[in-house]
């Protein structure tokens, strides 16, 4: 515990090395909530994204722009119009592909138990591609992932290949990718709030009252249909991770 508390200090007085340097606005309530908890640090996060990416000439594999060489010429946390994607393809002289990246969060835990507590809020809040890994040195991973997300190339050698109709379609579903993502954060922002609120209030509980109340990470039942945006209920009604660690070392674990 001493050791997670050290490693935490170093970790949050590091420099933000992310292209933006900075926690992104629509998560930085949650990013603190998270941090302000003990248990919890988060290594990485990015609240969801639009962006228009570049490669160089034949930067393609199978149709995909490889992060570690392109460029952006257009990226936005917020929603987009198709003159943004246009102005930016003028730009473009390699191939482009537009992207919608939704909301990722990688939380280091203390124990098993609190990242099952997050595994839990996460898909409750619509996060359904969420897992935990733990490390060969008993380093357990959170991280919340969605899977609705859109990547389509749209020139090649500065070429554009579809017609501006197309784009202004692809723009209208990426905005409404962007707004579910939105309104899912939110949902996992309160989930996360009424988590700790009930673990606490269970810890200082009678041990009766404890054995009779189930936990909020143990129990699941299926998601009532068309839940209010930014509504949690309990369990009971139902960019990339650190590397320290070799992911193919590493085990995952999905519940």
Not at 54 to 74: D, H, I, T
Not at 114 to 125: C, F, K, M, T, W
Not at 152 to 173: A, C, N
Request: aromatic share 6%; proline share 3%; with cysteine.
């Amino acid at each position: 515990m001493a050791a997670f508390r050290r490693w935490k200090e170093q970790r949050l007085a590091r420099a933000d090395e992310s292209r933006k340097g900075s926690v992104d606005e629509a998560i930085a309530e949650l990013v603190q909530l998270l941090n302000g908890q003990e248990r919890f640090c988060t290594t990485s996060s990015c609240a969801g994204r639009l962006l228009l990416a570049q490669a160089p000439a034949r930067g393609f594999n199978g149709y995909e722009v490889q992060k570690k060489n392109c460029s952006w010429l257009m990226v936005t946390h917020q929603l987009c119009a198709k003159e943004d994607v246009m102005t930016a393809l003028q730009k473009a002289t390699g191939d482009t592909v537009f992207k919608f990246e939704p909301f990722i969060l990688h939380v280091q835990c203390q124990e098993l138990q609190d990242a099952q507590l997050l595994h839990s809020v996460a898909i409750d809040s619509g996060f359904r591609n969420s897992g935990i890994t733990v490390g060969r040195r008993g380093k357990i991973m959170m991280a919340v992932r969605s899977t609705h997300c859109l990547e389509v190339p749209l020139s090649h050698m500065g070429k554009l290949m579809v017609t501006e109709e197309y784009v202004d379609f692809l723009v209208q579903i990426a905005n409404r990718k962007m707004e579910e993502n939105m309104k899912r954060i939110d949902r996992f922002y309160n989930c996360l709030q009424l988590a700790l609120k009930t673990e606490l209030s269970m810890r200082n509980s009678p041990r009766e009252m404890i054995q009779k109340t189930h936990s909020v990470y143990t129990h699941r039942r299926k998601r009532k249909p068309d839940k209010e945006p930014g509504v949690c209920t309990s369990s009971e009604n139902k960019e990339e991770s650190e590397t320290e660690d070799d992911p193919e070392a590493n085990l995952n674990i999905f519940f």
